[in-house]
């Protein structure tokens, strides 16, 4: 090995090593939007729900389904009031998807009492 060569390798040798041996720095992690509730009250043959939103990124897509019905009328709103037979549970679900494009979803059931709330 020539002269010049071996003081090349000194050079490049720890260099590639030092690169080999760095950590790989992961992506970062997608935030999805943080979503408290469905909060509903329910009474009189109506349940009527609401859903808190933070860190969510436009634009936000909402969609709510009471006993697994969309229900497109209250598309991307905050809440969302259905009809309810008198002394039945009814689940509630909401999906909302921010521009991160990670669906959350969160749901609940409440029973609809005669009373109004």
């Known amino acids: 090995m020539s002269r ?6 000194r050079v490049v040798a ?3 090593f030092a690169v080999a041996v760095l950590p790989v720095a992961a ?6 939007p943080d979503v408290s509730g469905p909060t509903c009250d329910a009474g009189g043959g109506h349940i009527q729900c609401v859903i808190g939103i933070s ?4 634009p936000i897509d909402i969609r709510w389904y009471f006993n697994g ?4 009328q209250y598309e991307d709103q905050r809440f969302a009031r259905a009809g309810c037979p008198i ?8 999906v909302v998807t921010d521009a991160s494009g990670v669906p959350v979803t ?9 009373d109004t709330p």
């Open 4 to 9: 010049t060569v071996r003081a090349v390798l």
């Open 27 to 32: 992506a970062p992690a997608q935030a999805h």
């Open 55 to 58: 860190g969510a990124v436009n």
């Open 87 to 94: 002394g039945s549970r009814v689940s509630v679900k909401v």
């Open 106 to 114: 969160k749901s609940t059931s409440k029973l609809c009492p005669r």
């Open 69 to 72: 019905v969309h229900f497109g």
């Open 14 to 16: 720890p260099l590639a």
